[in-house]
């Protein structure tokens, strides 16, 4: 038996840990939190100083079981969990759930899982820090208190199913005021004036003038003083200049920074991150320090000398800007300088490699710039224009990386190289342009801005963004733009060959392809919140709740002295607002039936958006119509809720069935009998008829009409959301661009259905046929037990080798739906 018993809290992080200590260490993993505040039950003793409720779910009854007899008969413990707040209270868990042995149990930290990393640790054991823990206890217990309280209000005054958080109301807040910014927001146009000379060596010279004229007349009476002039380089000033490399990443800008130039997602980038870390590729990647160790700037220098040459290199020493930057003092950094591209999956080796050059750029030299600004004048009128251009001498750090921009700090035009000019040198005129351009409403959020202003803000930690973010999109309060933008009319005048001509142009404009919208149900809770808790919704409260936190992490504040003082407003105020608020359902009234002359409303209901006709005082009862997908309580109009009600509608018969036009969860249809077949994209369900239903009716048929047939069962093809596919036995087998979808031979059919049956094949562990149930694996190395459409979750811990089928039976009867009594 090993005498040190080592505790991690992830499996990935525990086997690379294990290479690097001896046959006398054991390392186990608590896989996360060993206990936790139940789910189904506030779990804080609120008159009694707010004490949490831990409990160990039932899940991890035999991993608690398993690691104290390890425990009891090891000579040390270690308890090596991540070393911010939330790896400090796993192991104060473990210590407490596992009645572990003070004077034998030690705590470790380190912030990479390095060898040199862990034998440090080991030689520099430490207490539990419960100040750290206490950190922790508070946001948990708040988070609790806020969600637990102001959920079932909403439920009460909006709708059942909503849920409130600290962190996530105020996200969606930003997202519903940056809406309503873009909503009220009027564009005003005005012309902008460009032209491009030539030298006498035909060199182009590309310049514009600095200010801007507001009508057409205007523009045009700029332009026709232009109409004959000579023109010439009126002054010429070049001036020296730099570019400085950005900091190493912290969790933030690393957030910002994959979303910017990977397209990742705040989640993917942290779950890819954690992978990265776990592997022992990367420090720890929940830190808002800038900090590099020494050890890590001489790696730095030893790669970028070696790769680039001495004059590259310039150390820096970097300092964050926040209070009390994260526990782990180090900034997010490969463990190894001189591994530029280590063998592990596509994502971790995108985000590696950026990590790395962000590494390396902030310890290399400044890149040395010359600006030139040329003014260009004419003999007809006192306007100059104005010319920029921008010569790397020295391009420093910028031979490895250059920070990414968010749309709305993207200059308009990136200044590009001028041709050599002389003072005076007279200028041809190709052309000057008066284009008429538009103020621009504030950009919608990305995840990567949205994270930007949460952080400048103080509210949450980057750690938390991850989760916020995906939680107000899975309760549907906000969702991705997925709108590609409408046509403008915009005017230009062009002086060319001493003639003015006038262009009518188009431009797109108002896409939010992937940007963040709030939804009908996020604006009504949102506003429902923000009127009757305006504290909570509060930017400065959030940040101060925040920076009572880091108090409380740094031994400064009492964490139970904090939550009675966030208390003692809050209940009272949930407590008004359940009794004595009006229910909110964004409720607008378009304007009278003019059948039977009742009141059309627009609102939220039980399932969601509809348009209502009558009241419920009306002696008939009111009618309802859902809104299109596409469609919005705030913006809807009352011709567009009168149309709703003509659905569905009915086109006529083909092949004795009736076909008919609706709407349903995923966009317009036609119904033809039992079968449903989706209208192509732009098509209206308002406006399709009969011939063109029975085309897209046929073309159907045609496409689910067998292609072949496979051990005596028909082989069909169709698309899906995730692409191409065929379908034997009832198997979905997805057909990648290794095959020619509209030409698949027998021998490739046979091929995807044989690699499909090996592949199903294999993810069986265990199997009882003649009672239809079976034990498969499932991702991140976790297995289901199966019957039909029921499926239980095994824990990762569960050896189902080991599993009887009455264990598998049990499983599945607690996973049964109870009876509801009437």
Do not use: C
Not at 165 to 184: C, H, K, M, T, W
Not at 794 to 807: F, G, I, P, Q, R
């Amino acid at each position: 038996m090993a005498k040190n018993l080592v505790i991690v809290e992830s499996p990935a992080k525990a086997k690379t840990i294990e290479k690097f200590l001896g046959k006398d260490f054991k390392v186990e993993s608590s896989f996360g939190h060993i206990a936790d505040l139940p789910s189904k039950e506030l779990g804080v003793d609120v008159a009694n100083d707010f004490k949490p409720k831990y409990i160990v779910d039932k899940d991890k009854k035999s991993l608690v079981k398993k690691l104290k007899d390890l425990a009891k008969k090891a000579d040390t413990i270690w308890l090596a969990s991540d070393e911010d707040r939330e790896g400090e209270a796993i192991s104060w868990h473990l210590a407490e759930t596992l009645d572990l042995d003070k004077s034998k149990t030690k705590r470790i930290v380190f912030n990479s899982i390095t060898k040199s990393a862990i034998q440090n640790a080991i030689e520099n054991p430490r207490a539990i820090n419960y100040d750290l823990v206490n950190a922790q206890q508070a946001r948990r217990v708040l988070d609790r208190l806020v969600g637990y309280e102001l959920s079932p209000v909403l439920w009460k005054k909006i709708k059942p199913g909503l849920s409130a958080g600290r962190v996530q109301s105020v996200a969606v807040r930003l997202i519903v005021e940056r809406e309503r910014d873009i909503e009220a927001f009027v564009p005003v146009g005005s012309f902008r004036i460009n032209a491009e000379f030539k030298t006498q060596k035909g060199d182009i010279v590309s310049a514009k003038l600095s200010r801007t004229f507001d009508t057409k007349e205007e523009a045009e009476a700029f332009l026709k003083k232009n109409l004959q002039a000579n023109f010439e380089v009126a002054s010429l000033d070049k001036k020296p200049a730099k570019k400085s490399p950005s900091a190493p990443f912290t969790t933030s800008t690393l957030q910002q920074e994959a979303s910017r130039k990977l397209y990742f997602s705040v989640g993917r980038t942290m779950q890819v991150a954690q992978r990265l870390y776990e592997a022992g590729l990367i420090t720890y990647m929940r830190t808002d320090s800038v900090n590099l160790s020494k050890e890590a700037i001489n790696d730095a220098k030893k790669a970028i000398v070696t790769n680039y040459g001495e004059k590259y290199s310039k150390v820096r020493n970097y300092k964050g800007k926040s209070k009390g930057a994260q526990e782990a003092h180090e900034a997010i950094r490969p463990t190894d300088m001189t591994l530029q591209s280590p063998k592990v999956e596509r994502d971790q080796a995108k985000l590696y490699e950026l990590i790395w050059m962000r590494t390396l750029a902030s310890q290399m030299a400044d890149a040395q710039l010359e600006r030139t600004n040329v003014k260009i004048s004419a003999d007809k009128h006192d306007q100059e224009f104005t010319a920029n251009g921008e010569v790397i001498k020295f391009d420093g750090f910028l031979k490895v990386y250059l920070e990414g921009k968010d749309e709305e700090d993207l200059a308009e035009e990136q200044e590009g190289m001028l041709p050599l000019l002389k003072l005076g040198e007279p200028l041809e005129n190709n052309y000057i342009t008066a284009t008429e351009r538009f103020t621009r409403p504030p950009y919608r959020f990305t995840e990567a801005s949205l994270v930007k202003k949460l952080e400048e803000l103080g509210i949450g930690r980057p750690s938390t963004y991850a989760p916020t973010i995906s939680t107000i999109q899975n309760r549907g309060y906000i969702e991705k733009g997925t709108v590609e933008g409408t046509e403008r009319k915009y005017s230009q005048l062009v002086l060319e060959n001493n003639q003015i001509t006038e262009k009518g142009l188009t431009e797109n404009v108002g896409s939010d392809k992937g940007k963040m919208v709030p939804t009908d149900i996020g604006l009504i809770v949102n506003d429902f919140l923000v009127e009757n808790f305006a504290n909570i919704l509060d930017y400065n409260f959030t940040a101060k709740v925040e920076k009572d936190f880091d108090e409380i992490a740094s031994g400064e504040e009492d964490w139970q002295k904090v939550m009675k003082d966030f208390y003692k407003d809050f209940h009272p105020n949930v407590i008004d607002v359940e009794e004595n608020a009006d229910r909110a359902s964004g409720e607008r009234v378009l304007g009278t039936d003019p059948k039977t002359k009742r009141q059309v409303s627009v609102r939220l209901g039980r399932f969601g958006p509809m348009v209502q006709i009558g009241t419920v005082d009306d002696e008939e009862k009111p009618l309802f119509a859902s809104l299109l997908p596409d469609q919005s309580i705030t913006t809807i109009t009352y011709e567009e809720a009168m149309e709703l009600f003509k659905l569905p509608r009915k086109l006529g018969v083909f092949e004795g069935e009736e076909v008919e036009a609706n709407v349903g969860r995923y966009g317009p249809y036609v119904r033809h009998g039992k079968k449903f077949v989706s209208l192509e994209s732009g098509e209206s369900a308002m406006d399709v008829d009969l011939d063109r239903a029975i085309e897209l009716i046929k073309a159907k048929q045609k496409a689910d009409a067998p292609i072949t047939t496979y051990e005596g069962k028909d082989v069909t093809k169709g698309k899906g959301r995730f692409g191409p596919f065929i379908k034997w036995d009832g198997m979905f087998i997805n057909v990648n661009k290794k095959y020619d979808f509209d030409q698949l031979s027998e021998a490739d059919i046979t091929e995807l259905i044989e690699a499909k049956k090996k592949k199903e094949a294999e993810k069986v562990v265990q199997e009882w046929p003649e009672e239809g149930i079976r034990i498969e694996k499932a991702r991140w190395g976790r297995h289901n037990v199966i019957k039909g459409k029921t499926k239980a979750e095994l824990a990762k811990e569960v050896d189902v080798t080991k599993m009887s089928l009455e264990d598998a039976k049990s499983l599945l009867d607690k996973k049964k739906p109870k009876k509801k009594s009437k």
